[in-house]
């Protein structure tokens, strides 16, 4: 596993037939420590676009897309998911993995029963699938949104911050997908509130900038919604501010 973190170890190792018994160590038969260690060595060779082809071609999806599933342990999901993001960067391997039916897995392991970096996993995986249109369809209907929308919040950390906020980015392309993201979940607030809030990271503010955007260009109902979203986060921030300060003085 450590000699496959070196780019030229991954062709070496794919050469030698590694990728084959990797994928059938993921399957049922094995314990969750031999899988969760399979699914972690397919992920580092997977950064290498011909190994993601490889091993989606050797039959890994499938079983990627089951370890996604609650009978099996956290660590297992994480590795799974981390696997299926550097495989959907291929864009022949995101319809693959949507066709093996992992949407509605990955949009489950958003919620709040999952641990940070799974939830954090999950989401990038849903960002490379999103890049395909009818993914991103896909993603909208099996009931993405509200978990997303729920992650840009303040107890979120940073970098699932930045994964839900570029997960919108891709769904608010699509204008029907648009129109469901602002009426059904209540995004814009989070999203202003994410570009105004000071220290937030320059990418979750720069994802939560472009998903706005095209939440604007959607419609003329979500720009208003917007500038008027964001009008009333200033004012309220302008209003702590003098209320503190007053506070600071008299104190």
């Known amino acids: 596993m450590h000699l496959a973190q ?4 991954q062709v070496t190792i794919a050469a030698a037939g590694a990728i084959p018994a990797l994928v059938q160590l993921l399957g049922p038969s094995s314990v969750d420590a031999v899988q969760q260690n399979a699914a972690l060595a397919l992920v580092y060779l997977a950064t290498n676009a011909d190994n993601a082809v490889t091993i989606a071609a050797a039959g890994a999806v499938p079983l990627l897309v089951q370890l996604l599933g609650p ?3 956290s660590a297992v999901q994480q590795n799974a998911a981390l696997a299926l993001v550097y495989l959907a960067k291929n864009a022949d391997n995101a319809i693959t993995i ?3 039916g992992a949407i509605p897995s990955l949009v489950q392991l958003l919620g709040p029963s999952s641990v940070t970096l799974l ?8 960002v490379y699938l999103a890049k395909n249109a009818d993914n991103a369809i896909t993603i909208v209907a ?3 949104i509200p978990s997303l929308v729920q992650l840009l919040g303040p107890s979120s950390v940073t970098l699932l911050q930045q994964n839900a906020a570029l997960a919108l980015v891709y769904l608010a392309k699509n204008a029907d997908n ?3 993201i602002v009426a059904a979940a209540g995004a814009i607030p989070p999203l202003v509130q994410l570009v105004l809030r000071p220290g937030s990271a320059a990418a979750a503010l720069k994802h939560a900038k472009a998903a706005l955007d095209h939440l604007a ?3 003329v109902a979500n720009k208003l919604t917007i500038d008027a979203v964001e009008a009333s986060a200033l004012l309220e921030m302008e209003w702590l501010r003098l209320y503190c300060g007053q506070e600071d003085l008299q104190a």
Do not use: M
Not at 6 to 9: Q, T, V
Not at 119 to 126: C, D, E
């Open 6 to 9: 070196n780019a030229d170890n």
């Open 71 to 73: 009978s099996s342990a």
């Open 98 to 100: 949507v066709a093996a």
């Open 119 to 126: 939830q954090q996993n999950a989401a990038l995986a849903l």
């Open 142 to 144: 099996a009931g993405a």
């Open 178 to 180: 648009a129109i469901t």
């Open 217 to 219: 260009d959607s419609s």
